[in-house]
């Protein structure tokens, strides 16, 4: 029963001490890691809605810039008033 516990222990340690780096290895050969470690954009610019059943609109909400109705007074993505 012992020998049983001690030999998966050793193929668990192998598997760490050798499988780990060449995870490293290939994550890093195929810029997998590179991926992982770039900065992400922060200050994305929200698009305007998509024109749908012949909606125009008019103009932009001065808060988020997303496109709003004419007689719309409150924009209904960000909530910000329209004057």
Wanted: charged residues 10%; hydrophobic residues 50%; contains cysteine.
């Amino acid at each position: 029963m012992m020998m049983g516990v001690g030999l998966l222990f050793m193929l668990l340690i192998g598997l760490v001490v050798i499988g780990l780096p060449l995870l490293v290895v290939a994550l890093v050969a195929g810029g997998g890691l590179a991926s992982l470690l770039k900065p992400r954009p922060q200050n994305v610019e929200p698009e305007a809605p998509p024109l749908s059943h012949g909606t125009a609109y008019i103009r932009k909400c001065p808060t988020c810039g997303r496109g709003v109705k004419a007689d719309w007074n409150v924009c209904p993505s960000c909530g910000a008033a329209l004057a």
